[in-house]
């Protein structure tokens, strides 16, 4: 624990907005912000009270739209939710973000800020100064339409499910049956999924052309040329360029494909067939049932505090203040959104775990995923300022994927069989390899897309099958499955939710790696400085945490050859 960060056990008791406050309208809040943006600032104590209650209305508005946006995801059939969350995104959002941009520069036109500790502030000014530089009023009421659009892919898709024996299934459920040691099940499932997202592709393909037109609309106005180099500006990427995400596209392609196209070359020899078809890539190889890790949400919830605890007491302890508090909402449903994620609540300072579990391994490593954000949330929750609470991807993602790698040493509490725990980490193992070219393909893809904004569906459609024949593998055989290869990136929520948000997960999934090599080692050094490194939050530039975590912040050629080469070597183990 680091004692300059301690972690709050309970809701952060307020000190400058009305514990009774209730958040209904822009007139509600108004106050505030006028107090602050009124206030006189003459002293460094008087600036720093100032930034201390600022960060305090933010988590308060932050935690209050975040539980609108659960709420909403939890149950997308329920008009009133959803008329909740978007009465903030367009009544409450925009003058958020106005009066904002006033206190940016009320904080910058104040000379007392130059007596501020540089180091100490360093991210938070210039985070600041950027977001500055890219206000612009003509935005506001884009970016509001943008917040509601995006969530309608999230409607669209949780509506989607297939009829099995008289019963409906959502998709998570229907895709357990591409794990089916029967091939002509496989098939059958991969063909009923497929056709019922093909249903509603051309109204995807509109939903992403309509946000596509809004975003450079927003770029445009705020004097960029594309929105890919207006959303660099926007998450404030300070540490990397975009032509460092090219190396990264560069290093995927030439050390990881390789190895991912191997893992891919054994399953076609494993399962003794002449084509590898795509709904022969999730089955055991050994044609072997699926693995059920759990049977229901309460045992996997149980089993997951007892090995995070393991791991270490107190991360057990995190969790389970979680599941006492109703911060967890694990089981697939109709009508629930579909993914998973891990909301910070920064002011009550417990996070949220939503995920749409069905049984499968797959839920397994998601639920160590969220739990690793969610350890992170509570180890972080100590910095003063919201801003270092917010985590970019790039350290958000490397505390969940390092617990997806730690916590294999765990596992033996969902499995009875050495076997099947052998085979449940030969299939993380086989992931995290498969999942970088993947995330290459989705960045790449996006790179496109919006430095071509005026594209048709067509040739959107061919530029995907042009970036993913680069990292795609060779062994599988799509001949007959044109329309479902060609539309198969609808898949990936990031692209119409959050987008620029994917890259990050390769970059941290290397970090994760290297962690996890680290903790090979020695178990104890790794998971300190691991620990250490997500306390500062995002008090320090990206480097630096990787540094503080005893790692490079790297994805050359010869980094990304060094770790394909460890993981690789893990792998061989168990097989």
């Not at 009421?141 to 099995?164: A, D, F, R």
């Not at 196209?261 to 076609?268: H, V």
């Amino acid at each position: 624990m680091n004692p300059d960060h301690p972690r709050p056990k309970v809701k952060a008791q307020r000190k400058f907005v009305s514990p009774n406050l209730n958040i209904d309208s822009w007139g509600s809040v108004e106050m505030y912000f006028t107090d602050l943006l009124t206030r006189n600032i003459n002293s460094v104590a008087n600036l720093e009270k100032w930034l201390s209650d600022r960060s305090e209305l933010s988590s308060v508005l932050e935690e209050d739209l975040a539980w609108r946006y659960i709420r909403m995801n939890c149950n997308t059939s329920d008009k009133e939710l959803t008329k909740n969350y978007e009465n903030f995104i367009k009544n409450i959002e925009p003058e958020v973000s106005r009066m904002s941009n006033l206190l940016d520069r009320k904080f910058f036109n104040t000379t007392i800020k130059d007596q501020l500790d540089t180091k100490k502030y360093l991210v938070f000014i210039r985070a600041l100064k950027k977001r500055m530089e890219i206000f612009r009023e003509e935005n506001v009421p884009v970016i509001s339409e943008l917040q509601v659009e995006e969530q309608l892919y999230g409607k669209i898709t949780s509506g989607m499910t297939v009829t099995h024996d008289g019963k409906e299934l959502t998709l998570q459920e229907a895709s357990n049956y591409i794990k089916d040691p029967d091939r002509n099940i496989r098939k059958d499932f991969y063909f009923r999924i497929t056709k019922r997202r093909l249903k509603d592709a051309v109204k995807l393909q509109e939903l992403l052309s309509s946000l596509i037109g809004k975003r450079h609309e927003v770029a445009l106005n705020a004097g960029f040329e594309n929105y890919m180099d207006y959303k660099w500006a926007d998450f404030g990427r300070f540490d990397y360029s975009v032509e460092d995400c090219k190396r990264f596209h560069e290093s995927i392609a030439t050390e990881v494909c390789p190895l991912a196209d191997r893992i891919l070359e054994r399953r076609k020899e494993k399962l003794n067939i002449q084509t590898l078809k795509p709904w022969d890539l999730e089955v055991d190889i050994d044609l072997k049932p699926q693995l059920k890790p759990f049977r229901d949400s309460s045992e996997l919830i149980t089993k997951t505090i007892k090995s995070f605890g393991k791991i270490r007491s107190r991360f057990g302890e995190y969790l389970q203040q979680m599941e006492n508090g109703g911060f967890l909402d694990l089981d697939s449903r109709i009508n629930k959104a579909p993914g998973g994620f891990n909301y910070p609540l920064y002011e009550s300072n417990i996070p949220f775990i939503f995920m749409n579990a069905t049984g499968n391994l797959r839920d397994l490593e998601t639920m160590f995923h969220e739990g690793g954000h969610a350890v992170h949330s509570f180890v972080s929750a100590g910095q003063k300022l919201v801003e270092y609470k917010e985590l970019p991807a790039e350290i958000a993602e490397l505390a969940s994927m390092t617990m997806e790698l730690i916590s294999m040493d765990q596992w033996h509490n969902f499995f009875r069989s050495e076997d099947d725990l052998n085979r449940a980490k030969r299939s993380q193992l086989e992931g995290v390899i498969q999942v970088l070219p993947w995330i290459a393909t989705i960045d790449k893809f996006q790179h496109w897309l919006y430095t071509k904004p005026e594209h048709s569906h067509d040739e959107r459609n061919s530029a995907w099958k042009d970036v993913i024949a680069e990292f795609g593998s060779k062994q599988v055989d799509w001949e007959g499955l044109d329309d479902q290869f060609a539309n198969m990136w609808q898949k990936q929520l990031h692209i119409f939710e959050v987008p620029f948000y994917y890259v990050e997960y390769g970059i941290a999934q290397l970090g994760a790696i290297a962690i996890w090599k680290n903790y090979r080692d020695n178990p104890v050094k790794a998971l300190d400085l691991y620990e250490k490194a997500l306390s500062l939050g995002y008090s320090v530039p990206i480097p630096g945490i990787y540094q503080t975590a005893g790692i490079s912040f790297d994805f050359s050629k010869e980094y990304v050859q060094e770790l394909m080469g460890f993981i690789g070597g893990e792998l061989e183990r168990l097989i």
